[in-house]
Antibody, heavy 118, light 110 residues
């Protein structure tokens, strides 16, 4: 059974940086697309970023381009989201998700809360 | 990257069927057969219900079905059960920098 565990969330000041991690187990991590999706508490889901199985294709939503960078370490079964120039609008629960499919989030983690506030 | 449009809420009685619509554009739903649907209970992570318009992952009840016509996709839940009360989100591939979700639909089982 696939398991995804996010970490790295917390309180950060506007303009600051944070790196999220998502540790995967229970499936062949190196064969999967990995996605980050965020959700403001009480609001809807918003796709943030994705990376293909070997890390050669990375796509970001326009709202985070130039500020967020997705990466992965297949030896550690971990995907990362480096976030910089954070604003209050980036406050959300960040979920990582795995899939063999570019456009589907098949398995999800439980999320990590990022709060941007002074 | 506009979000897809879903009704804010739908409701139905146990045993009935309900349909949730998801309207996109020719840039996403209308072009790609990569529409997916997710169920989210309060305080929980989303769960995949449907992918590629009408395919169900293993373990998902056959009471959930998906379809698409033009720029609009639909999720139908038949034989409503109390446990189906949740938020539902659609999603569509929209190109290399786009994977829009719908705004979500709250299903109430009366």
């Amino acid at each position: 059974e696939a398991q995804l565990v996010e970490s790295g969330g917390g309180l950060v000041q506007p303009g600051g940086s944070l790196r999220l991690s998502c540790a995967a187990s229970g499936f062949t991590f190196s064969s999967y697309w990995m996605h980050w999706v965020r959700q403001v508490p009480g609001k809807g889901l918003v796709w943030v970023s994705r990376i293909n199985s070997d890390g050669t294709i990375r796509n970001n939503a326009d709202s985070v381009k130039g500020r967020f960078t997705i990466s992965r370490d297949n030896a550690k079964n971990t995907v990362y989201l480096q976030m910089s120039s954070l604003g209050v609008d980036d406050t959300a629960v960040y979920y990582c998700a795995a899939s063999l499919h570019i456009a589907v989030a098949y398995d999800w983690g439980q999320g990590t809360l990022v709060t941007v506030s002074s | 990257q506009s979000a897809l449009t879903q009704p804010a809420s739908v409701s139905g009685s146990p045993g009935q069927s309900v349909t949730i619509s998801c309207t996109g554009s020719s840039s996403d739903v209308g072009t790609y057969n990569y529409v997916s649907w997710y169920q989210q209970h309060p305080g929980k992570a989303p769960q995949l219900l449907i992918f590629d318009v009408n395919k169900r992952p293993s373990g998902v009840s056959s009471r959930f079905s998906g379809s698409k016509s033009g720029n609009t996709a639909s999720l139908t839940i038949s034989g409503l059960q109390a446990e189906d009360e949740a938020d539902y989100y659609c999603c569509s591939y929209g190109g290399s920098s786009s994977l829009p979700f719908g705004g979500g639909t709250k299903l109430t089982v009366l």
